[in-house]
């Protein structure tokens, strides 16, 4: 029998390495302005979390891509697309 070390007692079928998820902070829906390449969208904030942030959009980005996200309280956070 393995165990899980993310679960203690519980026994798993498959052994693999886990590592732990690191902790969300907020699952929210919120509307916000998406600043990239000169251009100004609006998206989705599904979630966020130490790791990053979900964001739906209308227009495809390429990884890499530099962003800006600004919420409607006026914070913003730089971001690069993963």
Excluded: F, W
Excluded at 30 to 55: F, K, P, Q, T, W
């Amino acid at each position: 029998m393995i165990v899980d070390p993310a679960r203690p007692g519980v026994p798993t079928a498959v052994a693999r390495d886990l590592k732990p998820r690191e902790a969300r902070y907020n699952t929210i829906l919120l509307v916000a302005r998406l600043l990239h390449d000169g251009r100004e969208d609006l998206c989705r904030i599904r979630n966020v979390s130490a790791g990053g942030m979900l964001i739906e959009g209308c227009v495809a980005l390429a990884v890499g891509t530099r962003i800006e996200v600004e919420l409607r309280n006026l914070q913003s956070a730089e971001a690069t697309v993963a």
